[in-house]
């Protein structure tokens, strides 16, 4: 996709003030964004109010877990004031666990085989399909490419997901786990060059305390900026960014 | 004695205040509770006015124990940078607690998320109370650097700005680079008031 200035309607705004400046109005309308970060990052409550705010304009959404059960999900999100619980229980947003998803069609949910990952594909394209989903989080396709044998079942799986959610106008998060201070973006090191952009989510070290970091490092189709951030998580306002400060430590 | 003294101060923040944007007060750390006491009486004083201190000095819970009209104040709203490092865990409807003074970045958001919520029309301050502390806690260009993003984005929206600097003389030379960047220096001395 070129680099040219999108229209509204062509970008999907995160609700995020200072990361829709950082996006030029929001990330492109279709793409699919690999949200990479170590434990406890913020992957899944930037994802999640990703969600929310989409829903909260109308946007319906749906996001997939396959790293903890929903009665955790939904406990911890509770506690963030932009979390509504009301756009759950009215199908605006949606969360599927998709371990029991893998259970019901009869999956191995420990190793795929090309049809289980084929039937898992068609029906994560059905629900997005029915539910009419403008927005989808995957949370982490980490662990759901752990189950695929190969790198080229990793490859097909995220290209055939990308493209048909990208037909739909439907705009992805994909999480990604990395080990704590390393700057990779992905645990096969093939999910980064699948994906339409990358969010990485990291640490610097100040005095012994760690600042959360936010750097946009990819974002086809957009003149985004690459600066890197400071990210504040709070219960009051979720995920925020604020400019880093660079002097020498 | 002290009244003058606290007056005096008054008086003269008030008027400095008044003609510019952002103020820095170089004090000795002998004239800092009379300062102090000034400031808050001064808050106190002015209830339609919106005020945001940031305290690396004292924890919140102790400026409210000491100043305990400021319990009832609604246009006070405080930013405690050192109660969470030093493991005092009192919460506080009128206080946002950042975990360490290190975290100069939340420091700044906290501000603007406070001051986003004053009505446009209210006239709005922010004190940093102090620069020195800020500086013990943090190399001092980082200091700098992020004083200098206070300064100006409190500027774009029409924020006046108090910053207080404890004479230190290990750290004079910092002081002097970061208070100059203020429209106003006052000097306290004990001669001049």
Redesign the interface.
């Known amino acids: 996709m070129p680099i040219t200035e999108l229209s509204k309607n062509e970008l999907c705004d995160t609700g995020i003030e200072e990361l829709d400046v950082m996006l030029g109005g929001g990330i492109p309308t279709g793409s699919t964004v690999l949200v990479v970060g170590s434990s406890g990052s913020g992957k899944t409550t930037l994802c999640m109010q990703y969600l929310i705010n989409g829903a909260k304009k109308g946007e319906r959404g749906v996001f997939f877990t396959i790293t903890e059960p929903l009665f955790k999900l939904t406990k911890n999100m509770e506690g963030f004031e932009f979390y509504d619980k009301k756009l759950i229980e009215s199908g605006m947003v949606n969360l599927i666990d998709l371990r029991i998803i893998s259970e019901r069609l009869g999956l191995d949910t420990e190793k795929y085989t090309v049809e289980d990952a084929s039937a898992l594909l068609d029906i994560l394209r059905d629900i997005a399909d029915e539910l009419n989903v403008k927005r989808l989080v995957i949370d982490s396709i980490t662990a759901l490419c752990y189950r695929l044998q190969t790198p080229e079942m990793i490859r097909d799986f995220i290209f055939k997901l990308g493209s048909s959610l990208a037909a739909m106008k439907c705009t992805t998060l994909l999480t990604s786990e990395v080990p704590p201070r390393k700057f990779q973006y992905s645990q096969y090191g093939i999910e980064e060059f699948i994906s339409d952009g990358i969010m990485f989510l990291g640490d610097i070290e100040?005095?012994?305390?760690l600042?959360r970091t936010f750097q946009l490092v990819k974002m086809r189709g957009a003149a985004h900026s690459r600066t890197k951030s400071?990210m504040?998580i709070s219960t009051?306002?979720g995920v925020?960014l604020?400019?880093?400060?660079?002097?020498?430590? | 004695m002290v009244n003058v003294l606290i007056d005096g101060l008054k008086e003269r923040i008030s008027n400095a205040i008044k003609i510019n944007q952002s103020i820095g007060i170089i004090l000795p750390a002998s004239n800092y509770p009379d300062l102090v006491q000034a400031l808050f009486e001064r808050i106190n004083s002015t209830p339609e006015e919106a005020w945001v201190y940031v305290t690396v000095t004292k924890p919140c819970d102790n400026i409210l124990s000491q100043f305990e009209f400021l319990k009832d104040s609604k246009n006070i709203k405080f930013v405690d940078c050192i109660s969470r490092a030093a493991g005092i865990n009192k919460a506080n409807d009128n206080c946002i607690f950042v975990?360490?003074p290190?975290?100069?970045?939340?420091i700044?958001?906290e501000i603007i998320?406070i001051f986003k919520e004053v009505d446009e029309n209210v006239k709005k301050y922010l004190v940093i109370d102090s620069l020195t502390n800020l500086i013990i806690?943090?190399?001092p260009?980082?200091v700098?650097?992020?004083f200098y993003?206070i300064i100006n984005r409190t500027r774009t929206k029409n924020i006046h700005t108090i910053s207080l600097a404890i004479e230190e003389e290990e750290l004079d030379k910092y002081l002097t680079r970061l208070i100059y960047l203020n429209d106003k220096i006052l000097k306290v001395r004990d001669s001049f008031i």
């Open positions: 100040r005095k012994g305390d600042i400071a504040s009051k306002n925020e604020a400019p880093l400060l660079k002097s020498r430590e | 975990e360490s290190t975290m100069l970045e939340k700044g958001l998320n806690y943090n190399d260009d980082i700098t650097e992020f993003h």
